[in-house]
């Protein structure tokens, strides 16, 4: 019996030994502001890149939000090698690495009736307003 007693209390001492205690924030770092201090308010900035491929169509759709009610939707023709490129990690992440650097060389669309229209479903529902952009080689 005294040896369960000196097991446990041993592995209770070396698991206590191994916990943390949460890390405590102090406020003594804060800097109290008066009360005309916090009548202006920064928005939060937050930042949104979604990608979609479409094999049916060789596209590679980015979706860039700019805020609730509103996005970018650039449609990419891929080429063959980046098509087969797709299959693999990274692949994909080169794909996309070009895409990302192509966003500033992208036509607007002005005829969405040109584009096809599983791409367009994809960029926008009734609720958000999507602009239409097109990436070519």
């Known amino acids: 019996m005294q040896f369960i007693c000196v097991f446990l209390a ?3 001492a070396c698991y206590a030994s191994t916990t943390t205690q949460s890390n405590h924030v102090t406020h003594t ?5 008066t009360r005309a201090d916090h009548t202006t308010r920064e928005q939060a900035e ?6 979609q491929f479409h094999p ?4 590679l759709v980015v979706l860039t939000k700019t805020d609730r009610h509103t996005v970018n939707c650039y ?10 490129n797709t299959h693999t990690d990274y692949g994909m992440r080169s794909v996309e690495l070009r895409i990302l650097g192509a966003l500033g060389s992208a036509t607007e669309v002005i005829d969405v ?7 367009v479903t ?12 097109t990436i070519s080689v």
């Open 75 to 84: 449609i990419a023709t891929l080429t063959d090698a980046e098509y087969a």
């Open 10 to 12: 041993v592995s209770q």
């Open 122 to 133: 994809y960029c926008g529902t009734h609720n958000v307003k999507a602009t239409l952009y």
């Open 46 to 51: 937050t930042d949104m890149i979604t990608f």
């Open 56 to 59: 049916a169509t060789r596209h």
């Open 113 to 119: 009736n040109t584009l096809d229209q599983r791409d």
């Open 29 to 33: 770092l804060h800097t109290h502001l």
